[in-house]
């Protein structure tokens, strides 16, 4: 949606300028008057900024700092502080510019009458849905503090889960950027040196020189026309993939890469199956809860086909069936989801599924990454030997005819 910036004025006398997002100016005014501010004007925001595609710009906020706003909020509101008041000393603390200005949008609002749960889920991405869904059900039995406990142990485990998957990709990663590195300084600045020195070989080099040479002498000769069109690509592919039909494929595509796609799915999976659990444990319906965590797993292609379980739980089938329709979940995950759905102790289930899920996600990952490891060293000193080869076996060769 477009973006605006008003100037306003509150109930306490403050006048400030603010960006919100609306689908008009008209709607926005509407919106604005409806939680009682004072509107002295509304203007389109413009510019350069405004016309380009919204890279770079932070619509959330880093899991570790709503985690720690989260903790601090539940420690104000068990301490018998107002919503409100623990909003204002919250605010003063945080150094996030986007944060801050959300969070004093959330004030507002709560000021204006609105439900805390509103609030959060008005901000639209800025916040995961089942933040404020949790909110909303720690409301309606009057245990805020309790509901945000449970929601700080369900960010906590999926922040360790992202961090050991992250640990454990840092060292292949350094190792394929080391690897092109050293391939790109060698076809650009090394093989570059020895091309005038080969010019008195002539036919005489070596097929494998020679199409080094070849492929060299392209790419240096081209090298601002490559240039352009790698940015040109990256710009694209980024344009791509944040429309829907691109998110849509690049999510399918992750999850079928070798080795690394079954982590993919596993954390995909994991993800649904806790955020599952911890929505029906605040209380939260089951078929409210499958639409939320269905948004909540993080691949579009997962997530038409668990939007599809809540169609059908709609319905009147069972969970455990609908869920082994997806073709998603393993034969112990249905299992166990089956156990817990007639028994009455669903989100128990789905925290061990989850677990379960946990596991295998950190055995797979050990296993890749054992590996990887062994296979890229071997790759990379493969394509590095055989350039060398390439640019030394004239030397070689030269040195081998002179000695007869």
């Known amino acids: 949606m477009p973006e605006f910036i008003a100037k306003v004025g ?37 510019g350069l900024a405004g016309l380009l595609p919204d890279f770079g710009r932070k619509r959330t906020v880093k899991m570790k700092e709503f985690l720690l706003f989260n903790q601090e909020l539940a420690a104000l509101i ?13 605010l003063e603390r945080r150094k996030n510019p986007v944060f801050s200005k959300a969070l004093a949008d959330v004030r507002d609002r709560v000021r204006g009458g609105a439900a805390l749960s509103e609030a959060f889920d008005a901000q639209g991405e800025m916040f995961p849905k089942i ?34 998957v992250v640990a454990a990709l840092i ?22 040196k020895f091309t005038e020195f080969y010019a008195d070989f002539g036919s005489d080099l070596p097929l494998i020189t020679r199409v080094l040479v070849s492929v060299s002498a392209l790419l240096t000769t ?41 982590i993919w799915q596993r954390f995909a999976v994991s993800r649904f199956m806790r955020t599952l659990g911890t ?40 969970l455990w069936e609908s869920l082994d329709e997806t073709r998603l979940f393993n034969d112990i995950a249905i299992e166990m989801t089956k ?38 060293l071997i790759g990379m000193g493969f394509v590095v030997g055989g350039m060398l080869l390439a640019i030394y076996l004239p030397l070689l060769r030269s040195y081998a005819q002179s000695q007869y």
């Open 10 to 46: 509150t109930s306490d006398g403050t006048v400030t300028e603010r960006t919100f997002t609306a689908e008009s100016e008209k709607a926005l005014l509407a919106e604005l008057q409806g939680r009682e501010y004072l509107v002295f004007g509304i203007r389109r925001k413009s």
């Open 78 to 90: 068990r301490a018998g502080l107002p919503i409100i008041g623990s909003l204002d000393i919250l």
């Open 131 to 164: 933040y404020s869904s949790t909110l909303a059900s720690g409301e309606r039995s009057g245990e805020v503090a309790t509901v945000l406990q449970r929601f700080i142990a369900y960010q906590k485990t999926m922040m360790n889960l992202k961090r050991k």
């Open 171 to 192: 060292y292949p990663a350094f190792l394929m950027v080391l690897s092109f590195g050293v391939i790109i300084v060698l076809i650009l600045f090394v093989i570059p």
């Open 222 to 262: 081209n090298l601002p026309y490559l240039l352009v069109a790698i940015v040109a690509g990256v710009l694209g592919g980024r344009a791509w993939a944040r429309t829907e039909k691109g998110r849509l494929g690049f999510d399918r595509i992750k999850v079928r890469v070798p080795l690394v796609g079954g």
């Open 279 to 318: 929505l029906i444990s605040g209380g939260i319906p089951v078929v409210t809860a499958l639409g939320i965590s269905a948004r909540a797993v993080g691949n579009r292609d997962f997530e038409a086909r668990l939007l599809d379980v809540e169609r059908k739980v709609r319905e009147g089938e069972s």
């Open 339 to 376: 156990v817990g759905e007639s028994t009455g102790s669903l989100h128990e289930m789905l925290a061990n599924v989850a677990d379960f899920y946990d596991e295998e996600t950190e055995t797979l990952l050990g296993t890749v990454i054992a590996l990887l490891e062994p296979v890229m």
